[in-house]
């Protein structure tokens, strides 16, 4: 790798660490990352990535023996860290089923019941599983389990979308920060629930911020989906980027063809940033659910994951028909730079391009 601008040395000094041939991250994405996604961008020299929210123990497992059946390359598996558990208000909850109801099948009584999969035997799914890397998004590990990673030769990258939440991930023992701007696809990893609407921090102002705060590796997430993005980002200070949405019209993510059509179609203004599929704020595009969830006089969301159950019906059914209109339609700003092609193909773009813009 020749480099001629000290941030191309940067990348290469992060690509030596974490044994990668480019500094390009899959991001993690729940829901959206077979194995055949990490496996493609793994073998082009990037990192993979798993998201695990909504795995089970077993899953989780056996999405690591895949990559690993099929790849030599690293990849990172990542959850969220868990909020407490949310007060429940029943005639709100009410207001909601009965608006879900016009966009879905009658919601059932207990739907916001729905509980993810338990946490601290995720935890241990993973170190079993023993990645290269482990990611936390919505807070920091437990110290007990930061211990146990590192003990076990597991780096920590722990997302952080202000430059407080990276400071205090620093403190806590994370080996690298992900920067997450608000121009992110998927939900917005702020720590607090509360603040994830009010602390809405671009990228641009971010990343800088969060380099010059903290001392270990900063990996750029948000908006990045092509090579000037890339470019930038290492400029801006970053050591790496985290793509998710660029990988998203891949064949190997196997998406529903609407929502990779819509990826391609979404100007930055045509995404926004809402509660309305899962109760924690993300970014998704502007569907015709979003918009009317978030118009005034739609009931405000229940908190996560109530509200998560609470659309699941909603979700299925649209997937099921392919319709654009009331799925859960993740997508980051820069959606319309996102390729239709193979992973390896965007990975090279994103990596050769940006080489050539900083050489
Ligand atoms: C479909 C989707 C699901 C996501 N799920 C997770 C997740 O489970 N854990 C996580 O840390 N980040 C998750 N994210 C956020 C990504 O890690 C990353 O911050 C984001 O994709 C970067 O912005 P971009 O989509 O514009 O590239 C998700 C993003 C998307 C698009």
Not at 119 to 127: P, R
Not at 297 to 326: E, F, H, S
Request: aromatic letters at 6%; charged letters at 15%; glycine letters at 8%.
């Amino acid at each position: 790798m020749p480099h001629s601008h000290p941030a191309l040395a940067r990348a290469e000094t992060f690509c030596k660490t974490y044994d990668l041939r480019v500094p390009i991250l899959l991001a993690p994405m729940a829901g959206a990352c077979p194995a055949s996604l990490s496996i493609a961008v793994a073998d082009a020299g990037g990192l993979g990535a798993c998201g695990a929210l909504l795995m089970p123990p077993a899953a989780i497992k056996a999405w690591a023996s895949e990559v690993r059946a099929a790849s030599n390359g690293a990849f990172q598996l990542n959850l969220w860290i868990p909020d407490p558990a949310p007060p429940r208000d029943a005639s709100a909850e009410d207001a909601v089923r009965a608006f879900l109801g016009q966009w879905g099948p009658a919601v059932a009584h207990d739907a916001g019941d729905a509980a993810p999969p338990d946490f601290s035997a995720q935890c241990e799914a993973m170190l079993e599983a023993g990645p290269a890397i482990i990611s936390s998004i919505m807070g920091l590990y437990p110290s007990a389990f930061v211990e146990r990673m590192k003990a076990r030769g597991i780096k920590w990258l722990a997302a952080a979308t202000t430059v407080a939440e990276a400071k205090s991930a620093e403190s806590a023992g994370a080996d690298a920060i992900v920067a997450q701007g608000m121009e992110a696809g998927g939900h917005r990893g702020a720590f607090e629930a509360s603040k994830a609407e009010s602390a809405m921090v671009g990228l641009f102002s971010l990343l800088p911020a969060v380099v010059d705060a903290v001392k270990v590796p900063v990996i750029a997430a948000g908006g990045i989906a092509d090579a000037r993005g890339v470019a930038a980002a290492l400029i801006l200070g970053a050591s790496a980027v985290q793509v998710g949405t660029g990988f998203l019209r891949c064949p190997e993510a196997k998406l529903p063809s609407a929502w990779a059509d819509a990826i391609g179609a979404s100007a930055p203004e045509q995404t926004l940033v809402t509660r309305a599929f899962s109760g924690r704020a993300g970014r998704s595009v502007a569907t015709a659910y979003a918009r009317a969830a978030t118009a005034s006089g739609a009931p405000p969301p229940a908190p996560y994951p109530v509200q998560r159950g609470l659309t699941q019906a909603m979700r299925n059914a649209a997937v099921k028909d392919n319709d654009i209109d009331r799925m859960q339609a993740w997508a980051g700003q820069s959606a319309a730079l996102a390729l239709a092609k193979p992973a390896a193909e965007v990975a090279y773009a994103l990596w050769e391009g940006a080489r050539a813009i900083l050489l």
